[in-house]
């Protein structure tokens, strides 16, 4: 093709610059995915390991889990729930899993309606004295994270000792610990969403 061909008649320097460049984009993005690359060996043993041998040198860091958390193999502990009409629940926790995912596998009323990622208010729980005391001795600067306190500031029924129940991780020295379910939440998703665990 040249310059005087009807196809370049209405096409501008510039515009036929960027054709040639995405021209050669493609052939390069084509070439790259055509190899075959072998991972380097530092990472290629990261595929065998399991979440627990996993060391980021931080001793607050924790295993966070997608979908339901551990599995039925893991450890466990009894909580209780005071839900908003009073009653009590307890409820076998798994060690490893949220608050908000205990709470959704053995039907405890939770919304969570962001599904667990510290957006919404709706998994607020009022804690004891002493549980909210030890974890937050637990977190990294003794601070709850500047997420969780914008959420609890759109809390419905907020106290000295709330917290989001997706932004505590089930342990073993929670056997036997207590947590309020508020008598409402404010939804700012979708009124009366509530997610289905997955």
Excluded at 64 to 90: C, E, Y
Aim: proline share 6%; aromatic share 4%.
């Amino acid at each position: 093709l040249c310059r005087t061909s009807p196809f370049f008649s209405n096409i501008t320097g510039n515009m036929l610059h960027r054709l040639i460049s995405s021209a050669r984009t493609v052939a390069s993005r084509r070439r790259l995915l055509s190899k075959s690359l072998p991972l380097p060996e530092s990472l290629s043993a990261l595929h065998n390991l399991h979440p627990s041998t996993i060391n980021t040198g931080n001793s607050s860091s924790q295993i966070r889990w997608h979908g339901d958390g551990p599995g039925p193999d893991a450890p466990t502990v009894n909580v209780t729930f005071i839900n908003p009409d009073d009653s009590h629940t307890t409820i076998t926790a798994r060690v490893g899993e949220t608050l908000l995912q205990s709470s959704h596998r053995t039907g405890i009323e939770m919304e969570g309606a962001c599904e667990g990622v510290c957006a919404c208010s709706t998994c607020h729980i009022v804690l004891e004295q002493g549980m909210y005391d030890e974890l937050l001795d637990d977190m990294e600067d003794g601070a709850l994270s500047e997420d969780e306190e914008d959420m609890l500031d759109m809390a419905f029924g907020l106290s000295q000792t709330s917290r989001l129940g997706c932004q505590i991780t089930v342990k073993e020295n929670m056997e036997g610990a207590t947590f309020s379910l508020p008598k409402a939440t404010r939804n700012f998703y979708v009124d009366g969403h509530k997610p289905t665990p997955h």
